[in-house]
């Protein structure tokens, strides 16, 4: 028996059970360790399908960057994990629920024919200088390129929107006006003040 199939499975209950934990755990800081983990698991099924660039992105990516980042803002929230423990039970159904169907349309979408382990055991050979990079841009922006460009646009509105909730008109908080620092003046910025000498303060010297 090749050793691909019984790879596929193992990183696949990793990926099952990790995934799980994110959401079951009642820790944040655990849960975002167990998202690491699923990725990187995730990672490890994507070089078994021999998309190494992919598997590469994720890493760097998300593990690198957006998880560091989700550790340093759960860690410095003063998260009250009572609360969290209380809407658990509360949410659950409905988790159950949009968990369900979303698991039904990644099967419809992700059946055996595109992702499986028939793909694992009998992969398509390529030549030597085969580079799945270079094949998933020439079909992103060619067959996918219509759908790529309203995901940035999506994006792009997304990011709009976060800029525009942070910039609200807080009263009584202090602000810089660049303008204003840049085209001051020497005048403005020293002013001279005489006073007369005190004379005690002559004689002690």
């Not at 996918?144 to 525009?164: D, G, K």
């Amino acid at each position: 028996m090749e050793i691909q199939p019984i790879l596929f499975y193992v990183f696949s209950a990793i990926l099952v059970v990790a995934s799980l934990a994110v959401i079951t755990v009642k820790n944040p800081v655990y849960a975002a360790f167990s998202l690491i983990l699923a990725f990187f698991t995730c990672a490890a099924l994507w070089i078994l399908l021999e998309a190494e660039f992919l598997a590469l992105t994720l890493i760097l990516v998300y593990v690198g960057a957006v998880m560091v980042l989700f550790l340093f803002v759960v860690m410095m929230l003063d998260i009250n994990i009572s609360q969290l423990r209380e809407g658990f039970a509360r949410y659950l159904p409905v988790g159950l629920i949009v968990g369900f169907i979303i698991f039904a349309q990644m099967a419809v979408v992700l059946g055996p024919d595109t992702f499986g382990l028939d793909q694992i055991a009998d992969p398509v050979k390529h030549a030597a200088d085969y580079s799945n990079t270079k094949e998933l841009g020439s079909v992103l922006y060619t067959v996918y390129v219509y759908p790529f460009e309203i995901a940035a646009v999506i994006l792009l509105v997304a990011i709009i929107a976060a800029i525009a909730l942070t910039l609200r008109r807080r009263p009584n908080v202090k602000q810089q006006n660049i303008d204003a620092q840049v085209r001051v003046t020497k005048e403005e910025r020293v002013r001279m003040v005489k006073m007369t000498a005190d004379k005690k303060d002559e004689m002690n010297q």
